[in-house]
């Protein structure tokens, strides 16, 4: 069983930066890809960003040039840097993994954006 702890969300101003943490109960180094999905009110889950176990990154078209997801496996940790964010980007967000074909996803963290 893996457990995923997101944290780091909060509310910000447009233009503001957030930085997102999430913790693995035990090594990442078993969960590939990891990302980040949100979902807004009303809307459909948005795939945001992955990593995969040897660094290779992806994202939407939504978030490309303003987030960037790493990973520190020594910390069991995957981060999502966010820059210039917009209104739009309000949402929960939650990290997951895959391991063996088997997803994992955590409880979210709320990022709020203010206009």
């Known amino acids: 069983q893996v457990h995923l702890v997101e944290s780091g969300g909060g509310l910000v101003r447009t233009g503001g930066s957030l930085r997102l943490f999430c913790v693995a109960s035990?090594?990442?180094?078993?969960?590939?890809?990891m990302g980040w999905a949100r979902q807004a009110p009303g809307k459909q889950l948005e795939l945001v960003a992955f990593?995969?176990?040897?660094?290779?990154?992806n994202y939407s078209d939504s978030v490309k040039g303003r987030f960037t997801i790493s990973r520190d496996n020594a910390k069991n940790t995957v981060i999502l840097q966010m820059n210039s964010l917009k209104p739009e980007d309000t949402a929960l967000y939650s990290c997951?993994?895959?391991?063996?074909?088997?997803?994992?996803w955590g409880q979210g963290t709320l990022v709020t954006v203010s206009s």
């Open positions: 997951n993994g895959l391991r063996d074909s088997v997803p994992y």
């Open positions: 990593i995969t176990s040897d660094g290779r990154t």
């Open positions: 035990g090594s990442i180094l078993n969960l590939n890809p």
